[in-house]
C-alpha cells in the first residue's frame, strides 16, 4: 500500500514544480498514504465492529468487557429473517428429541424458541428495493431532461426556477410529512410503494436537476450545432451527443439517488406502515422477546449495507470522476 | 423519446389518479378476523389462540404485529383513516380514552354483562384495561393480557451466607426480599460494586415513549402520590413532598444501575440481568419469561418478586398489559363475527390455555389456580400484583402530559439537572398548563 | 462523435426546418421540464400551502374533528415556549459544531488524498463508506458502540474501568457531543469528496507561477487553493448546515432527544409534536413552517456569499 513508485505520480503535473523536484515528494507522499490509511482504518472501525456483532452470539454481544474473539455464529441471521416463538418446558423437551431440524431450526433451538416463520424483513428488503430503484431510474430520467433543458434553452425565471427546485431540498422531511400524510390518507396513496416512489422521486429530483445541469453545462455546444446544421433534430443530438457525454454525471447522479432513497428513515417511518414498510424504519425496531438482540440488528444491517457496496463499488470512477469533473463550477 | 416520456408521465399520472379512486375495498365475507398487537411473544400466544379458533369454528384468525416503537403510530394513523384493517385489537391501557372519545372503539358494557364476562376477571384490570371514565359502568375493552412491574433478582446474591452476614453486620436487618423501597434501595447500594463489576438495580430510564414515567410510578404511588386529584388538579399533587421523595429515591436507584443505562427500557433490562451486571431488575412480568430461558445463564437461580411497600405501606405497581377492543369503522357483520371470537376467548376453559401458552390472563379462576401459580417462577408474584396495579392517565390527552413528564424525569434522573423538587415543580405547572388549555381544569 | 450521416431528407428545407425546430424547442424544453416541476407543486409545493393553512387552525389528524382556525394562536404559543427556544439553541449549537468539524476535517482529508499514491483510490472509496450508510442504522449501532458496559468506544479511549468511563449518551455535556462525533465520522467524507473535486480544477500553472516567485507553500495555501477551493467548499458547507439543521435520524436513533431535553432538537421536537403519542397536527404545521423560514433565511445568506465567492 505504502510503496511508492514514480508512475504513479502524474509526471506532466509535477515535472516542472521546484518543490516537487527530489526525494522530499517522495516522503512526503509516504507519509500522506500512512496517515491516510491510518484514517482510514479509524474510519472503518465501527463498520467492521457491526460486521464482528453480526457474527456474534447474542450473549457475546453484550459482555462486558467487549469480546473481540468469539465463536462465530449465524444466530442473527437466523432471527432476522425468521419468526421464532419461546419454547416452555414441556414443548423444549420434545423439540430436543426431534431429529429432523435443519441447521436454522438448531440455532433457533438453542435459545428455546421454534422458528414459526419467515420474518417482515425480507419482504422490508423486497420494498426497500423497489422503492429504491424505481425512484432513482424516475429521478434520473425526468432530471436529465429537465437539465438539458435549463442548460440549452432559454426559460423566463430560469435562476428563480432553479433556486426553487434546489430548495426543495432543503425541506426537513418531518416538516413535509405532515401534509404529505393527509394528502396521501385522502388519495390512497398512504403505505403504498407509488406514494413513497413519488416522494423519493421528487426529493431526489432536487439535487439530482441541480448536479446534471452542471455535467451539461460542461459540454461544449458546439458538437450539438454543428449535429443540428446536420440536420439532427433537436431531440436526436440530446440523444447521440448529449447523452453519452452526460454519462459520467448520470452515473454519479445515479449513485446519489439511490443512497438517498435507501437510506431513507423518517418519511418510511411516518407514511408506510406494512405493505411498504422498507428496512430502515426496521432495522432498530427488531426486538427479540428478551434483551436487545444486538446480533439481529447488525446482521440486519449489514444485509443492507450490501445493496449500497455494490452500487457505489460499480460507479466509483464515476463517482469519483463524476464529481471531480462535474463541475458545479461554473454557476 | 419526446413521446416515450410523455406517455411515462401520463402513465404515471394515470395511476395516481385511478389509485386515488379507489377506496376502500367493499364489505367481505367473514371468514376471516385480524387482530393488530405489539410484536412479542404474547402476540405469537394469542396466535396460537387463533389457531385454536379456527380449528373449532373454521373462521382465521390472523394476528398483525407491530413492533412496540411502532405500534402507537400505527394505530393512531389507522384511527385517523377510520381504517378497517383490524377488526380486533389489543390495545394499550391509555389508549382507552382516546379510542372511546374520538370513536375507535365500541362499548361493549352490554355484551360483556349478558355475556358474564364482566365479573370473570379481576376487577383491577377491568378497570384500568376496560373501563372509561373510571367509574361509569362502561366496558370498551376485554382485559387480555395483564401485565405489570415487578422484580427480578439473583438469589445467589441474596442468599450467599457471607453477603447475608455482611449485609446484616451493615445495615442491621437480614439480606432477603425486600419489603419497601427503602429496604431495596439498601439492597441496591449494598451489591453495588463497579470494581467487581456488580451494580444493585437496574430501572427504566428510557425518554421515547413512557418507559421511565412507567418505572417511577412504581415508587410515585407507593408514596401516596397521584398524577392529579379528584378534581384533575396537579398543581401541589404531583409535586407535593411525598413524590419529591420518590423521585429522589427513584434516582438513587439510578445511580446504582449499571453503567450505559442512560436510555434503557425493558430490552436493557434484561440484557444487564444475564450479562451479570444487575442484581435487581425492574420489569414487565411480561419479559420474564426470557430470564426463565437459557438465554439467562442465572436462569436457575433467578427469584422474582412484587413491588415493594412505600413509606406508609401504600403498595402499588404500574400496569402495563392491553385489553381487546372492538374496531367500530368495520362493518356489522364483521362486528358479530368479532363479539364471537371475544366471548369464545373469554371462557374460562379457553382463558386457560391462554396461560399454558403463556398468555398472562387477567381471569380470576384461572389466576387462583395452583396450576397457574406454580406453572413458572413468576407467576405467582405475578398474580399478587395483579390485586394492585394502578395506571396513569387513559383520557385523550395522556399523550400531551406523557412528553414533559418524561423528558422531567429523565432530566432529573439521568441528566441530574436540577433537584427533584425543581423537576416536579416545573413538571406540575407544564401539565397544568396542558391541562387548562385542553379544558380539563376549568 | 458525430460521424453518423445525418438523414438527408431533413438537410432539404433549412428555412423551414428552422421554423419548425423553433416550435419544436419550445414545445421539447416544456415536456422536459414538466415532469419535474408538476412533481415538486405536487409533492412540495401543495403540501406547504396546505400546512400553511394547517398551522393556522385546530387540528389533530388522529381526531374525528374538522380544522378549527384559531389565527396565529400556534404561533403565539410556540414562540412564547421557552422550551422550542432551548430546542432551536441546541439545533443551532449542533448544526455549528459539526459544520466546523466537518469543514476541517474534510479539507484535511482532501488535501491529504489530493496527489495521487498507490491505491488512493481506494482509500479514497473506503473513506465514503460511512457516508453510504443509513442514518439511522449509523445511530443504532453507535448506541451500542457508545455503551459504557459493552460497547467498544471507550475501551479505545482506554478507559478501562467501566464505572469511571465516561457516559457518553447520559452526561450532559457530553451527549451533544457524542452525536456531533456520529454525523461528523458520518459527512467529514462528503465535504472531502466536494473539496477533491475544486482541488483538482485548479490549473496547475497557479501553483508553477508561485513556485518561480517562491512564495511560501502557506501563502499557496492562502492565496492559490483556498480561493480557488472556496466556491465548492462553500456548498459543501450549505449543503451540511442544511442537513445538520435538519437532522433527525441519528438523534432519533441515539437518544430519543434525552436525557432530559438536552439533545431535542427542532425536528425532534416537531416529530414528538406531530406524532408520538401527540397528534397535534395544528402546532406541529406552526413549529414547521417556524423551521422553514429559519432554513431558508440561513440558506440564503450562505448562497449570496456563494455568489460573492464566484464573482471575487
Known sequence: ?331 | MLKKTGLLFVLVAILVVALSGIGIAAAQDVSELTIWWAQWDPANYLQQIGNDYEAATGIKVTVVQTPWGDFYTRVGTEWAAKGTSYDLIVGDSQWVGQGVTQGHYVELTDFMNENDITGSVTPATLQYYGEYPFGSGKYYAYPTEGDANGFAYRKDLFENPDEMAAFEAKYGYALAVPETWAQLRDIAEFFTRPDSGLYGVNVYTQKDYDAITMGFENVFFSYGCNWMDETNNVLGVVNADACVQALDLYKELYNFAPPGNTNSFFQEMNDSFTNGQAAMIMNYFAFFPALNSDVNPYKDSTGYFVMPKGPDGQQFAALGGQGMSLNSYIDDTRKAAALDFLKWFAQEDVQKTWAEYGGYTCNINVLGSEEFLTQTPYNAAFAQTMTFVKDFWNIPEFGQLLAPTQSALSGFVVAGQGTAQEALDTLAEEQDAILVETGVIQ | MSQANPPMQQAASSNARRGQRQMSDRRIMLWFILPTIILLILMNIFPLIYSLYLSFTNYSVIADKAPEWIGVQNYQAILSDSKFWLSFATTGRYALLTVILQTVIGFGLALLLRNKFKGSGLVTTLILIPMMLSPIVVATFWKMIYNPSYGIFNVLLGYTNISTAPEWLGEPDRVLWAIIIVDVWMWSPFVMLLCLAGLSAIPEYLYEAAAIDRASSWFQFRRITLPQVMPLLLIAVLFRTIEAFKQFDLVYGLTGGGPGDLTETVSIRLYRLAFSGQYDTGTSSALAYIILVVIIAISNLYIRSLNKARGG
Open chain 1, 1 to 331: 500500500m505504502a510503496a511508492q513508485s514514480s508512475s504513479s505520480f502524474t509526471p506532466v503535473n509535477y515535472s516542472t514544480r521546484v518543490d516537487k523536484v527530489g526525494t522530499r515528494p517522495m516522503v512526503a507522499n509516504l507519509m500522506r498514504a500512512i496517515i491516510a490509511v491510518m484514517l482510514v482504518c479509524l474510519t472503518l472501525i465501527p463498520v467492521v465492529w457491526m460486521g464482528m456483532t453480526a457474527f456474534k452470539p447474542l450473549k457475546d454481544a453484550i459482555t462486558v468487557p467487549p469480546k473481540v474473539f468469539f465463536t462465530p455464529s449465524l444466530e442473527g441471521f437466523v432471527n432476522l429473517l425468521t419468526q421464532r416463538r419461546q419454547l416452555n418446558g414441556a414443548e423444549l423437551d420434545q423439540f430436543r428429541q426431534r431429529t429432523d431440524l435443519n441447521w436454522a431450526d438448531q440455532i433457533a433451538l438453542q435459545q428455546q424458541q421454534q422458528i414459526i416463520g419467515q420474518s417482515q424483513f425480507v419482504s422490508q428488503l423486497i420494498n426497500s428495493l423497489i422503492i429504491a430503484v424505481t425512484s432513482t431510474v424516475l429521478s434520473v430520467l425526468f432530471a436529465v431532461l429537465a437539465a438539458y433543458a435549463f442548460s440549452r434553452f432559454h426559460i423566463p425565471g430560469k435562476d428563480d426556477l432553479l433556486f426553487f427546485i434546489l430548495s426543495q431540498r432543503m425541506l426537513p422531511a418531518v416538516v413535509v410529512t405532515v401534509p404529505i400524510f393527509l394528502m396521501y390518507r385522502q388519495v390512497g396513496l398512504y403505505d403504498t410503494h407509488l406514494g413513497m416512489i413519488l416522494l423519493y422521486t421528487s426529493f431526489n429530483l432536487s439535487f439530482a436537476v441541480w448536479l446534471l445541469k452542471g455535467f451539461i453545462d460542461e459540454i461544449p455546444t458546439e458538437y450539438e450545432e454543428a449535429a443540428l446544421v446536420d440536420g439532427y433534430t433537436r431531440l436526436q443530438a440530446f440523444r447521440k451527443i448529449v447523452l453519452p457525454q452526460a454519462m459520467t454525471g448520470i452515473a454519479a447522479t445515479t449513485v446519489f439517488s439511490f443512497i438517498f432513497s435507501w437510506n431513507e428513515f423518517a418519511f418510511a417511518l411516518m407514511l408506510t406502515q406494512d405493505k411498504a414498510r422498507t428496512a430502515p424504519p426496521q432495522i432498530p425496531l427488531i426486538l427479540g422477546s428478551g434483551g436487545v438482540e444486538w446480533s439481529t440488528i447488525a446482521a440486519g444491517s449489514m444485509a443492507f449495507l450490501i445493496p449500497v457496496v455494490i452500487v457505489t463499488f460499480a460507479q466509483w470512477r464515476h463517482l469519483l470522476r463524476g464529481v471531480t469533473f462535474g463541475a458545479i463550477r461554473k454557476g
